[in-house]
C-alpha cells in the first residue's frame, strides 16, 4: 500500500481530519507524526507547482508560509511579509542572475 502523503510504502493506518471528515489514512513512517496541516499544505505546494511548471515556469523550490511557522511563531500575513522580503532581496535577486549566467556559461549558450 502506498503513503497518502508521499507515495512511499504505507507502514501505518491512523485516522486523520481532512475538511471536516475523519477518514482511514495509509502513511509511511516519516509522514505519520507530521501535522495533517503541513501535510495537506505540502500535498497542494506539489499540485500547484506541477500546474506552473507546465505552464514553463521553473520552481526549483516553492515556499509556503509554513515553512516560516515552523521556526517562528507568527501569523499568516507576518509569515507571507517575512517570505516576500527574504526572496526579493538584492541578494536573493543578484545571486539567481549570477547563478543563471553560471549555468549558461556552463552549457556553452551564448548570451544576447
Known sequence: MECKWCKNDATISDYREIDG?????HSCESCFGLSTDF???RRDKEVLTS???IKGFVL?????ISDVQQNYDCTDDEAKDILNAALTSDVVMQTIFEQIDSQADHLKIKKK
Open 21 to 25: 471528515i475523519t477518514s482511514k489514512v
Open 39 to 41: 501535510l495537506l499544505a
Open 51 to 53: 500546474k506552473l511548471e
Open 60 to 64: 526549483g523550490d516553492v515556499w509556503h
